[in-house]
């Protein structure tokens, strides 16, 4: 009798890399759009605002920062990540329209980006992970916690409050779960 689980998951532990890899780029749109209406709307209105610790001389003791405070006054890591690139690339600081655009650009990247990887690597085919989602989330909140700090683009982790890590939890646990359920639904059905 043949296994039931080999004819409804063929590919099971050896998914396809590029094809993943490539759903990841449409499962990487819907979870920063998802991210972004998280921030706007949902997170304003059950955490209440607290000060942007870019927006104040942070402690020093709370930086650590492998390359010195990259960020600016008001300015998001990837706003920062967005304008050092620009930088580098076109030799000059950005205007300020460049900015804003880099503002908008710059999470939508980071999420296609995340989305690619997380397609790529990922080794189970079924349309569901509950498991994959969860992790993938706390990977990104860490990366954006503590590699964002190292890199300068915000301050360290000591700066934030319990309440402004916990937000931003529950933002990538939306990025993450929507990125993983679009790009799983998405495999099987191309």
Known sequence: MP???KLVFPDEGHPDRFKAALVGII??????YALRCY???IAPTIFPPEANPANHDVNPAHSIS???KQYQFNESAPAALGRVVYRQIAGKAPD???RER?????PIL???????LYGGTRTTTRARD???GFFFGIRIWFNDTIGSALLGLRPGPGAYSREQHVWRMIGFWVYSFTTTAITRVVYRLV
């Open 27 to 32: 499962g990487g749109l819907a979870g920063a």
């Open 66 to 68: 492998l390359v010195g």
């Open 3 to 5: 296994d039931l689980e």
């Open 39 to 41: 921030w706007n709307t």
């Open 110 to 116: 980071l999420g296609v980006f995340a989305g690619i």
């Open 96 to 98: 300020d329209m460049a």
């Open 130 to 132: 509950i498991a994959g």
């Open 102 to 106: 880099l503002e908008a650009v710059m």
